[in-house]
C-alpha cells in the first residue's frame, strides 16, 4: 500500500530522500501544470518547480500535518511561480509551428481514433495561439487565479489561502480574468 | 464600465458555475438561468472557457524533464548539505589552530590585567597606609612580605629575591 502523504513527510525529516522523491513523484507533475499556467513558459516552470520543491524541503518542519501536503504545497509553487514570473517578465515560449500541428494532430487522433481533419488541425493550433495571447494580456496574479480554478479545480477559500488573499479579491480577480478571456474566445464558442 | 441594464444576477455567473453558491442561492440562481436568456448565455460561455483553458493550457512535462528536475533537485539538496557539514568541519579546524594562539593571549591579557590591578606596592609605590603589613618570611634566597588590604579584603604577596643568593 502506498505510504500517506504524512508519513513521506516524516521520513523526508528524518533524511530519507528516497520519501522526499515519492512525493515530488506524486505531485511533481500538478505543480508544474500550476506553474506553467502562470509562466507559460516551460523552462521557467521548471526552474520554479525545481525552487518550490527545494525550499519546501528546507522548511518541511515547519509544514503543520494536520493540514494537506499539496495545499502547503501549492502556496510555495504559487509564490514561487509569481516571484520568478516578476523578475523575469520573458515572453511566452512560441511553440514551433510543425511541433504545433503534430501536437494538434496526436490529440485530435487519439480523441477522434482516426485521422485530423486538417483544416480541425489548424483551428486547433489557432484557438491555442489565441489562449496563449489571451492569458499573456493578464497580469500575474490574475493568471495564478485563473490557472487555480480552471486547471487545478481550487475552491475559492483554498484559492485564498494558496494566494494569501480575500475571497472577495479572489472572486474580483476571477471575474476579470474571464471576461478579458471571453474577449479573445468570442469566436470559439459553440451555441 | 458595466451596463447598468445588465441583468442583477449577472455577477452571480461565476460563482454559480465555480459551484460557490449556498443551495438557496443555487436553486433560485437555476431557476433564474432558465429564464433570463442574458445570464444562460454566460453561464454557457464561462463553462466553455474553463473547457477551452483546461483542454489547451493543461501542459504535462515529460518523463525526462521530470527526472532532470529531480536530479537537479537531489544535487542542490545534497551539496547545500555536505557545504553545512564542511562548513562545520572548516571551523573546528581553524578553531585547532588557533587553540594554542587564542590560549597564549588569553593568558597574556590575564596577566596583563593582574598586574595593573594589583600591582606590587615596592615597584609602583602602590602601597596605601590603609595596606596592612601582616607578615614577612625570610628563607636564605627570598623574602615574602604579606599586605592585606582591606578595602577589598585581599592578600598582595611580594617576593623580594635576596641579594645574597644572586
Known amino acids: 500500500m502506498a505510504e500517506t502523504d504524512a508519513v513521506l513527510v516524516e521520513k523526508s525529516l528524518e533524511g530519507d530522500n528516497e520519501s522526499f522523491k515519492l512525493l515530488f513523484e506524486r505531485y511533481g507533475k500538478r505543480a508544474y501544470a500550476v506553474s506553467y499556467g502562470i509562466l507559460q513558459n516551460s523552462e521557467d516552470a521548471k526552474d520554479a518547480i525545481q525552487n518550490s520543491f527545494i525550499r519546501a524541503f528546507r522548511s518541511l518542519h515547519r509544514f503543520r500535518k494536520a493540514s494537506s501536503f499539496y495545499t502547503w504545497l501549492y502556496r510555495i509553487v504559487v509564490n514561487a511561480s509569481i516571484d520568478l514570473s516578476r523578475k523575469r517578465r520573458r515572453t511566452p515560449e512560441t511553440i514551433p509551428f510543425e511541433e504545433g500541428i503534430q501536437n494538434s494532430s496526436t490529440r485530435l487522433s487519439s480523441e477522434k481514433g482516426s485521422f485530423a481533419d486538417p483544416s480541425n488541425i489548424c483551428r486547433q493550433t489557432e484557438l491555442s495561439d489565441t489562449i496563449q495571447k489571451a492569458m499573456e494580456g493578464l497580469s500575474v496574479e490574475h493568471k495564478a487565479v485563473i490557472t487555480l480554478r480552471e486547471i487545478e479545480g481550487l475552491s475559492y477559500a483554498e484559492i485564498s489561502q494558496s494566494l494569501e488573499c480575500s475571497i472577495g479579491t479572489v472572486m474580483s480577480r476571477l471575474y476579470y480574468a474571464r471576461k478579458h478571456m471571453k474577449t479573445y474566445l468570442e469566436d470559439y464558442y459553440k451555441s | ?166
Request: hydrophobic share 35%; aromatic share 10%.
Open chain 2, 1 to 166: 464600465m458595466e451596463s447598468s441594464s445588465r441583468c442583477k444576477y449577472y455577477k452571480l455567473v461565476g460563482p454559480f458555475v465555480d459551484n460557490e453558491l449556498s443551495d438557496s442561492q443555487k436553486q433560485d440562481m437555476a431557476l433564474h438561468v432558465e429564464n433570463c436568456a442574458e445570464c444562460f448565455n454566460e453561464v454557457n460561455k464561462a463553462q466553455q472557457t474553463g473547457l477551452l483553458i483546461r483542454e489547451n493550457l493543461i501542459v504535462e512535462p515529460t518523463n525526462d524533464a521530470m527526472r532532470e528536475i529531480w536530479e537537479n533537485i537531489h544535487t542542490e539538496l545534497t551539496n547545500s548539505h555536505n557545504f553545512k557539514t564542511q562548513q562545520k568541519r572548516s571551523v573546528l579546524k581553524h578553531f585547532n589552530k588557533a587553540k594554542f594562539w587564542i590560549s597564549a593571549a588569553a593568558a597574556l591579557i590575564v596577566i596583563s590585567v593582574g598586574t595593573l590591578f594589583y600591582s606590587f606596592p615596592y615597584k609602583t609605590g602602590n602601597l596605601q597606609s590603609n595596606h596592612c603589613f601582616v607578615e614577612s618570611i625570610d628563607s636564605a634566597s627570598a623574602s615574602i612580605m604579606v599586605f592585606e588590604t582591606p578595602k577589598n579584603k585581599m592578600t598582595v604577596f611580594w617576593i623580594f629575591e635576596n641579594e645574597s643568593s644572586s
